[in-house]
C-alpha cells in the first residue's frame, strides 16, 4: 500500500489543507457506508453509538477495549474514508493506554481521541462526570505517543472538565495534553457560544468540536464553527437518534396495521441498498478474472 493510500496519512493531509473537516457518527458499518457515499472527508465511531447498536444498552462502560477495537475494524476495513475512533479513557491505567493505541492502530483507525475521565467513565453529556489529574492524564499522553508505531496516526485530547472544574481548567488542560504530544486539542460540552469563542482563542492547536444533539452544546454550522477557529466537527449520535426513530416508527406501524406499506416512501428500494452494498461488483468478480 503505498503512502499516499494510507487513512493515517489521509486524515493528516485534511488537517494540513484550509477549511474544516466534516465527519458524522456511525453507529454501525451499513452507516459509515452512507456517510461516505454522501462524500464525508471522514466517519466516526463512538462508544454511545456502539454500546446502543451492539447490546442495547448505554454509554456506561459496557463496551471493553477489544470489543470497540474490533467495531473499529469491521468500519476501516469496509470503507475507505479515515475512521475517527473513540477510544474513552484509554481503558485503565498507562500499559492500558498503550495496548489501547496499539489495537485501535491495527484495527485501522486513522486517529483516537482518549479523554481524562475517571474510570468508569460516562457520556460527556451526561451528569456526574469526573475527571483524573491533569498531570495525570499528561503522564497517559506520553505513553500514548511511545506506543504509536505510524507517526501519522492523530492524537485526540478531550477533557471533561468543563462543567466538575471549570472552563479555565478545561482549556488548561487541553494545553497540558498537546504540549505531552496529542494532536487535536478537544473540550467536551461548552455550555455557551461565548465559551466555544474563548475556546478558540486560549487554546492554540488544532481544535475538535463536538455537536451533539440535544447535548448541551450549541448546534452551530460548519461554517459557522470553522470562522470561529475549529479545525474538525463532529455530529457523533444523530445517525443512532434516527435509526431508532425510524426502527420505532416501523415496528409500531407493523404491529398496528400488520404491514409496513404506508412507510415505503420513507424506505430505500431494494435496488437502490443492494446498489449502496455493491452487490453487482461482487456478483460480476468472476467475470473480471
Known amino acids: 500500500m503505498s503512502t499516499k493510500s494510507r487513512p493515517t496519512q489521509r ?10 473537516i466534516r465527519s458524522l457518527g456511525a453507529h454501525d458499518v451499513l452507516t459509515a457506508v452512507a456517510i461516505e457515499q454522501a462524500g464525508f472527508e471522514t466517519v466516526f465511531i463512538g462508544g454511545f453509538g456502539t454500546s446502543a447498536s451492539l447490546y442495547g444498552l448505554p454509554d456506561l462502560n459496557f463496551l471493553g477495549m477489544t470489543e470497540m477495537a474490533d467495531a473499529v475494524r469491521r468500519m476501516a476495513h469496509r470503507v475507505s474514508i479515515p475512521v ?14 498503550m495496548r489501547c493505541v496499539t489495537e485501535f492502530e491495527a484495527a485501522g483507525a486513522a486517529g483516537i481521541i482518549l479523554e481524562d475521565q475517571v474510570f468508569p467513565k460516562r457520556c460527556g453529556h451526561f451528569e456526574g462526570k469526573h475527571v483524573i489529574p491533569m498531570e495525570e492524564m499528561a503522564g497517559k499522553w506520553k505513553a500514548a505517543v511511545r506506543a504509536r508505531s505510524d507517526k501519522d496516526f492523530l492524537f485526540i485530547a478531550r477533557t471533561d472538565a468543563r462543567e466538575p472544574c471549570g472552563l479555565e481548567d478545561a482549556i488548561n488542560r487541553v494545553n497540558a495534553y498537546c504540549a505531552a504530544g496529542a494532536d487535536v486539542a478537544f473540550i467536551e460540552a461548552p455550555l455557551a457560544i461565548a465559551e466555544m469563542e474563548i475556546i478558540c482563542k486560549k487554546v492554540p492547536y488544532p481544535k475538535l468540536v463536538n455537536m451533539l444533539a440535544f447535548g448541551k452544546t450549541p448546534i452551530l454550522t460548519n461554517a459557522e464553527l470553522e ?5 474538525i466537527a463532529v455530529a457523533p ?9 425510524a426502527m420505532r416508527e416501523m415496528a409500531e406501524t407493523y404491529m398496528r396495521e400488520g404491514k409496513t406499506t404506508a412507510l415505503e416512501d420513507r424506505m430505500l428500494r ?3 441498498i443492494k446498489e449502496m452494498l455493491g452487490v453487482k461488483d461482487f456478483l460480476s468478480l468472476r467475470d473480471t478474472l
Open 237 to 245: 449520535i444523530d445517525s443512532v437518534l434516527l435509526a431508532a426513530r
Open 227 to 231: 470562522e470561529m477557529g475549529f479545525k
Open 11 to 20: 486524515l493528516r493531509d485534511l488537517m494540513k489543507k484550509p477549511g474544516i
Open 270 to 272: 431494494f435496488d437502490e
Open 84 to 97: 475517527i475512533a473513540d477510544g474513552d479513557t484509554g481503558h485503565g491505567d498507562l500499559h492500558n493506554v
